[in-house]
């Protein structure tokens, strides 16, 4: 996108990363200099600075990827505000995140959301009782439930822009199988990091390269009159290039899409403002 002319922020919470990241984009821009937007999806107050930030020295966001996330933490690691970090970050964090920025997009002439989700939402379940798992954690369930509210965050999203009569857009896509180290063994150490290696290693033995993987969230950020709540992946679902892709009948519910959405208000104190 930066290639292409296109303003782009990286909003990073690792600052050594950071630097790497905006200084390869760097090279490739042919428009204006990218800029790091520091930003914590496990900490809401990191959020709200962020958001405070872009209003402030940007104004209008024609774009907004949701590409963060974490897969299959051990036991005990939570957000700031002690949300169980995988639904705290890959769902809460970017729920917080595009309310918060909200005005700025609906400044633009036709702002699009691209949340990004996963092929492990086909396992997912949302599990109401307890949706930051502080009873019984299981890592990959509590890793594909939050792949799942991904996907009913984009169709309750595009339901409500809708509604209220606006222009934004709201989208989804799946990188399939890619070579992207979000699945590193997570700090475990002895047996764990022994046990921990094991699929890792299947899944990078199976996986597409990162760019690959990276093409559906362009094609739904680029594609010109894209329907809303259009989910995209790779054609043969873990590797390929981008086509609409199927989706777990879950994400489709739309009482469950209104009941995740009225949790995430009240977790995590974010109402939508649909106009200013």
């Not at 509604?163 to 399939?176: C, E, K, S």
């Amino acid at each position: 996108m930066a290639a292409k002319g296109a303003r782009v922020l990286l909003a990073c919470r690792n600052e050594l990363k950071a630097a790497t990241a905006v200084e390869a984009v760097a090279a490739a821009a042919r428009g204006p200099e990218p800029e790091v937007l520091p930003l914590n999806l496990a900490d809401l107050t990191s959020i709200e600075r962020a958001a405070d930030h872009v209003d402030v020295s940007i104004g209008a966001v024609d774009l907004l990827i949701n590409n963060a996330g974490v897969m299959a933490l051990p036991r005990g690691h939570r957000t700031t505000e002690g949300f169980d970090a995988q639904f705290g970050t890959n769902h809460l964090g970017h729920f917080a995140l595009t309310g918060a920025i909200l005005p700025a997009l609906l400044r633009a002439e036709s702002p699009r959301v691209v949340t990004v989700s996963s092929i492990a939402a086909w396992a997912g379940i949302i599990n109401w009782p307890d949706p930051n798992w502080r009873r019984l954690y299981l890592r990959w369930p509590a890793y594909s439930q939050s792949k799942l509210a991904n996907l009913l965050f984009t169709a309750e999203l595009q339901r409500q822009a809708r509604a209220a009569a606006t222009q934004l857009t709201a989208v989804a896509a799946h990188p399939g199988l890619s070579a992207a180290h979000l699945y590193d063994r997570n700090g475990e150490k002895g047996l764990a990091a022994t046990l921990a290696a094991i699929p890792q290693s299947i899944l990078f033995a199976l996986a597409q390269s990162d760019k690959m993987g990276a093409l559906p969230q362009l094609y739904a950020a680029t594609m010109p009159d894209l329907p809303g709540n259009t989910y995209l992946g790779p054609a043969f679902e873990i590797a390929g290039y981008p086509r609409r892709a199927l989706r777990n009948p879950l994400a489709r519910s739309r009482s469950q899409a209104r009941h995740l959405w009225r949790l995430s208000e009240r977790l995590t104190g974010m109402t939508y403002r649909w106009s200013n």
